[in-house]
């Protein structure tokens, strides 16, 4: 078992609690996952999709006639001997399915990673039968990661702008995340970061063993305090990501 997945099952089992540095990120991202699995209905395209953790919810749905999974070679490599993939390719250059073929696309938390996001939304509005359905989820703030890949941070008003131009109708947009969460996720971030880059260096991994629990105790503090200083941000500009539904007109 590598560190990636050691941090996955960490995820899985601590994710939804404070134990967990990327709490709030966690949370956030379930939004997505919750309206991936309401609207999901007839055949489902998801592009994406890592672990695909809410894939038994959507294969048990009994509206969904059909699952299947787009990721890019690089990503493949990571989950595909686990979760095999029914197509690997670039949303952002073309989609190898027919068009209008589609009655639900899953996209979560791909938007930033994908290097021509309007192509990217028209192949996904191709693809789509008219009344289909895209759900989609995307960052406003977070720190570089999964580099070289990753390209964009994206405002609500940019989302809305790319999908009324890739031809498709905005349902719904919810902005999450306020300024004292967001910090957090950043400062988490940051500190465990630090840690791993000391972990991978032979004089650094004494000190990273030594200080790992203070770094995760501080955590546990920081999103405390997030949870509390978060209750009082009337202005709500620092946001962390952004969830949209968006269909394509009959």
Do not use: C
């Not at 941000?233 to 620092?238: E, G, Q, R």
């Amino acid at each position: 078992m590598n560190v990636k997945e050691i941090w996955e099952r960490f995820g899985d089992r601590f994710g939804s609690t404070i134990a967990h540095p990327q709490f709030f990120a966690k949370r956030e991202a379930q939004i997505g996952r919750r309206l991936a699995v309401h609207y999901a209905t007839g055949i489902v395209l998801d592009i994406g999709p890592g672990r695909a953790p809410y894939r038994e919810a959507l294969l048990t749905k009994k509206s969904v006639k059909q699952y299947l999974t787009l990721d890019h070679p690089q990503a493949a490599k990571f989950y595909r001997a686990q979760f095999p993939l029914d197509y690997t390719g670039d949303v952002s250059e073309k989609l190898p399915l027919r068009s209008a073929s589609i009655d639900t696309v899953i996209l979560l938390m791909v938007l930033e990673h994908v290097p021509n996001p309007q192509q990217a939304l028209a192949q996904i509005a191709r693809v789509l039968r008219p009344g289909g359905v895209l759900i989609a989820s995307t960052i406003q703030t977070y720190p570089l990661h999964d580099a070289p890949y990753d390209y964009f941070r994206y405002t609500e008003f940019a989302l809305r702008v790319l999908v009324k131009k890739a031809g498709l109708k905005m349902r719904s947009i919810q902005s999450r995340g306020n300024f004292a969460t967001t910090i957090t996720v950043l400062v988490n971030v940051q500190i465990f970061q630090t840690l791993k880059y000391l972990f991978r260096s032979p004089l650094g991994l004494p000190l990273a063993i030594l200080v790992a629990p203070l770094a995760w105790l501080l955590s546990i503090a920081f999103n405390l305090a997030g949870l509390i200083f978060g209750l009082f941000d009337p202005i709500k500009h620092l946001r962390h990501s952004h969830v949209i539904v968006a269909y394509k007109a009959r």
